[in-house]
C-alpha cells in the first residue's frame, strides 16, 4: 500500500471489549507489510523475542524481522488467533516462530519468556519490549491504585524483569529496541497513566544504553505517533477512534508497516554505532 493511498480519519464507529484488542474488528484493517515488505538479509541467523507480536507494531516488526532472516518468539496475552496469523506470516518467510502466551505483570512470566525463547532456539540477538497498556480517562479521581499500578507492571515494570532476564544470554552486538511514544514528549492527559510510562521507557533506555555500551549491547527507542493498531478501539473513546490521527501533521494515523524498517535498523549491525537513541515515527509531529 503506498503512503497515498493509506487511510486517512473519519474512521467507521468502533469500539472493541476485549484489551488490547484484536486484529479481525478493526475497520479498515491494518497494514503490516504483509504484501510490501522485503527483506534483504539484515538479521540472519539472529533470534528475536518481541513482546506484543501477535498484532499492530509487534506483527510488523515480527513479519520484517522473519523476511530479513530472523527467527521470532512472539510473546502475547491471550490474543491466540492474533498470533498464530503472526505466526503464519513468519514462518511463510521461512523462519521459526514461537508463541508465548502469558501475563507479563507476572514476573516468573517474564523470566520464563526468556528461558523458553533461548531453549527453543538456543540463543538470543534481539529484544524488542513493545507490549503496552492503556486506557482514556478524563480526571486523575478516575483512576483507581489497581489500574495505575497495572500500566506500570506492563509498560515499565515487565521491560526491566525481561531485559534482566535477557542479559545473560545477550552478547556483544547485540540489541534492545523499548517501543516508547510521542507521548513521552508531548503527554496526552487522558492518557497520563500511559503517557508517564512512555517517558520512563525513555529515560530507562537511556540509562541502558550507558550502562551497557562496554559490553557492546545497545539499546534504543522507537518513539510511534497515531499507529492504527487494536489497542485504539479497545481503549479510547469511540469520537477519539473515529479522528485518530488527524491531530499531526500528514493528517492520518500510521500504519505498523511504516514503523517495521525503524525497528530491523535498530536491530541490524548497521545500526552498530546507534545507541541511547529515539527514532521518532509521528507522522511529521517533531519529538524535541
Given at each position: 500500500?503506498?503512503?497515498?493511498?493509506?487511510?486517512?480519519?473519519?474512521?467507521?464507529?468502533?469500539?472493541?471489549?476485549?484489551?488490547?484488542?484484536?486484529?479481525?474488528?478493526?475497520?479498515?484493517?491494518?497494514?503490516?507489510?504483509?504484501?510490501?515488505?522485503?527483506?534483504?538479509?539484515?538479521?540472519?541467523?539472529?533470534?528475536?523475542?518481541?513482546?506484543?507480536?501477535?498484532?499492530?507494531?509487534?506483527?510488523?516488526?515480527?513479519?520484517?524481522?522473519?523476511?530479513?532472516?530472523?527467527?521470532?518468539?512472539?510473546?502475547?496475552?491471550d490474543?491466540?488467533?492474533?498470533?498464530?496469523?503472526?505466526?503464519?506470516?513468519?514462518?511463510?518467510?521461512?523462519?521459526?516462530?514461537?508463541?508465548?502466551?502469558?501475563?507479563?505483570?507476572?514476573?516468573?512470566?517474564?523470566?520464563?519468556?526468556?528461558?523458553?525463547?533461548?531453549?527453543?532456539?538456543?540463543?538470543?540477538?534481539?529484544?524488542?519490549?513493545?507490549?503496552?497498556?492503556?486506557?482514556?480517562?478524563?480526571?486523575?479521581?478516575?483512576?483507581?491504585?489497581?489500574?495505575?499500578?497495572?500500566?506500570?507492571?506492563?509498560?515499565?515494570?515487565?521491560?526491566?524483569?525481561?531485559?534482566?532476564?535477557?542479559?545473560?544470554?545477550?552478547?556483544?552486538?547485540?540489541?534492545?529496541?523499548?517501543?516508547?511514544?510521542v507521548?513521552?514528549?508531548?503527554?496526552?492527559?487522558?492518557?497520563?497513566?500511559?503517557?508517564?510510562?512512555?517517558?520512563?521507557?525513555?529515560?530507562?533506555?537511556?540509562?541502558?544504553?550507558?550502562?551497557?555500551?562496554?559490553?557492546?549491547?545497545?539499546?534504543?527507542c522507537?518513539?510511534?505517533?497515531p499507529?492504527?493498531?487494536?489497542?485504539?478501539?479497545?481503549?479510547?473513546?469511540?469520537?477519539?477512534?473515529?479522528?485518530?490521527?488527524?491531530?499531526?501533521?500528514?493528517?492520518?494515523?500510521?500504519?505498523?508497516?511504516?514503523?517495521?524498517?525503524?525497528?530491523?535498523l535498530?536491530?541490524?549491525?548497521?545500526?552498530?554505532?546507534?545507541?541511547?537513541?529515539?527514532?521518532?515515527?509521528?507522522?511529521?509531529?517533531?519529538?524535541?
Amino acid at each position: 500500500m503506498s503512503a497515498k493511498n493509506h487511510p486517512k480519519p473519519p474512521f467507521p464507529e468502533q469500539q472493541q471489549e476485549h484489551r488490547p484488542g484484536l486484529t479481525k474488528p478493526l475497520d479498515p484493517q491494518p497494514d503490516h507489510g504483509e504484501e510490501s515488505y522485503k527483506g534483504s538479509g539484515k538479521l540472519a541467523g539472529k533470534t528475536a523475542l518481541i513482546t506484543g507480536g501477535d498484532s499492530g507494531i509487534g506483527r510488523a516488526v515480527a513479519i520484517a524481522f522473519a523476511r530479513e532472516g530472523a527467527d521470532v518468539a512472539i510473546s502475547y496475552l491471550d490474543e491466540h488467533d492474533d498470533a498464530k496469523e503472526t505466526a503464519r506470516w513468519v514462518q511463510e518467510a521461512g523462519q521459526k516462530a514461537l508463541l508465548l502466551p502469558g501475563d507479563i505483570t507476572d514476573r516468573a512470566h517474564c523470566r520464563e519468556l526468556v528461558a523458553k525463547t533461548v531453549e527453543a532456539f538456543g540463543h538470543l540477538e534481539v529484544l524488542v519490549n513493545n507490549a503496552a497498556y492503556q486506557m482514556t480517562y478524563d480526571g486523575l479521581e478516575d483512576i483507581s491504585d489497581d489500574e495505575w499500578d497495572k500500566t506500570y507492571s506492563t509498560n515499565i515494570g515487565a521491560m526491566f524483569r525481561i531485559t534482566k532476564a535477557a542479559l545473560p544470554h545477550l552478547k556483544e552486538g547485540a540489541a534492545i529496541i523499548n517501543t516508547t511514544s510521542v507521548n513521552a514528549d508531548a503527554p496526552n492527559p487522558g492518557l497520563i497513566a500511559y503517557a508517564s510510562t512512555k517517558g520512563a521507557i525513555q529515560n530507562f533506555t537511556g540509562g541502558l544504553a550507558q550502562l551497557l555500551a562496554e559490553r557492546g549491547i545497545r539499546a534504543n527507542c522507537v518513539a510511534p505517533g497515531p499507529i492504527w493498531t487494536p489497542l485504539i478501539p479497545s481503549t479510547m473513546p469511540v469520537e477519539k477512534v473515529k479522528n485518530f490521527g488527524s491531530q499531526v501533521p500528514l493528517k492520518r494515523a500510521g500504519q505498523p508497516a511504516e514503523l517495521a524498517a525503524a525497528y530491523v535498523l535498530l536491530a541490524s549491525d548497521e545500526a552498530s554505532y546507534i545507541s541511547g537513541a529515539t527514532v521518532a515515527v509521528t507522522g511529521g509531529k517533531p519529538i524535541i
